[in-house]
């Protein structure tokens, strides 16, 4: 099934038609900035100050971003700092949750604490962030040259060797996890693909995208999550789209898709996403998990294939967690508010989160809306 019928590539080329070659890193100013937005979490912020520029990754060139989410205590604190994407490397990661223990919001009126709270934080250096290197240029024609060829272990090995050598910027980082997720998907994976266009996504928030990239991106998004039942995931990638686009402009086929979608998201049949879980960091030192915003309140697990621990509800207010057991239904109260599911285990176990129909009488805030103003808006900068 496809959406967009402009090639299997021809994303990568339509970025880079108006990438313009700049500076080596090392000769760049040193002129940076770290910026945090986040979800509405219903207390006062009375500190929350954005983490430090790790100084090598500065001299470097290289620029991170982050999305942790966090819990703030009855007492204000913020604690249990979670690492669910990032790109840029540990350094990043080590600052995010350093930073984390120094936030303070204003003591909660009752001893229930906030558990559903996501930050982003961006590390950019000012000039040039929307530009690459001559450098990452080089690279990015020799991985390009190898996807048409459809040479997809040569294109791995030079797309592991630009992770690994990094020193990019975000821009750079966008186009290097674009063309990853073009590797990922010559090779068969296409819950690798899903994540790496994801988080190219995420990466060019405040990255100037043409309009048709974006758009053709977020059909790719679509389609992958259509293709694995991540039904509530497809429906909040569809209202990004009608953002874009408005109805008048839509496509057609994912247009009714989504009515089918939301169909079934409003049926009496259980519906299964199917997921893998992954390495957020991908590095050592990341916790290989998987999240979801729930559609529906009562949840199981299914077909569970390697090892699946343990998982995590986030809620407004309230958390709980549990093993991972096929078969045992958990539901999310509706006082609870709005939720999200982590899972934990070994980075590649798959599983189905299977989702049951919602009573008639439940009309409880699902979690689909609440990213909506994540990356809508800056909540304090550092140069």
Not at 66 to 94: C, H, K, N, W
Request: proline share 4%.
């Amino acid at each position: 099934m496809s959406f967009a019928n402009k090639g299997p590539i021809s994303l990568l080329f339509a970025t880079v038609a108006f990438v313009i070659p700049a500076a080596n890193a090392q000769d760049r100013d040193r002129d940076w900035n770290v910026g945090l937005s986040g979800t509405d979490n219903s207390a006062e912020v009375l500190s929350q100050e954005p983490p430090e520029y790790p100084g090598a990754r500065v001299r470097r060139g290289q620029e991170g971003w982050a999305r942790m989410a966090y819990v703030i205590a009855p007492d204000g604190s913020a604690t249990d700092p979670l690492i669910i994407d990032s790109s840029g490397g540990q350094a990043f990661e080590d600052m995010a949750r350093e930073v984390t223990g120094d936030w303070r919001f204003a003591p909660l009126d009752t001893a229930v604490e906030r558990p559903d709270n996501l930050v982003n934080i961006r590390w950019e250096i000012e000039k040039g962030r929307d530009k690459a290197t001559s450098n990452f240029m080089r690279r990015y024609i020799r991985i390009v040259t190898h996807l048409r060829a459809e040479e997809y272990e040569e294109a791995r090995s030079r797309v592991d060797s630009a992770h690994k050598i990094g020193g990019w910027n975000l821009y750079e980082s966008t186009m290097l996890w674009l063309m990853t997720g073009r590797v990922e998907g010559g090779e068969g994976n296409l819950a690798g693909k899903l994540e790496c266009y994801r988080r190219a996504h995420r990466l060019s928030e405040k990255i100037r995208l043409k309009r048709e990239d974006r758009v053709e991106l977020l059909e790719k998004i679509f389609e992958l999550e259509y293709r694995f039942g991540q039904y509530a995931e497809a429906m909040g990638t569809f209202a990004q789209l009608n953002t874009f686009l408005g109805k008048s402009a839509m496509n057609e086929e994912i247009e009714a898709l989504s009515a089918q979608l939301r169909a079934k998201l409003d049926g009496n049949e259980a519906i299964a996403a199917q997921a893998t879980i992954y390495n957020p960091c991908d590095c050592e030192a990341g916790e290989p998990l998987w999240y979801y915003k729930p559609a529906r309140r009562t949840f199981s697990f299914a077909n569970l294939s390697g090892n699946v621990e343990s998982f995590e509800a986030r809620c407004e207010y309230h958390r709980v967690q549990g093993p991972v057991e096929a078969g045992t239904e958990w539901t999310l109260a509706p006082e609870w508010g709005s939720c999200r599911v982590f899972v934990f285990g070994d980075d590649g176990a798959t599983f189905e989160f299977v989702e049951h129909p919602t009573d008639a009488g439940d009309d409880a805030p699902t979690a689909v809306a609440r990213d909506d103003v994540l990356d809508s808006r800056n909540r304090g900068e550092r140069g």
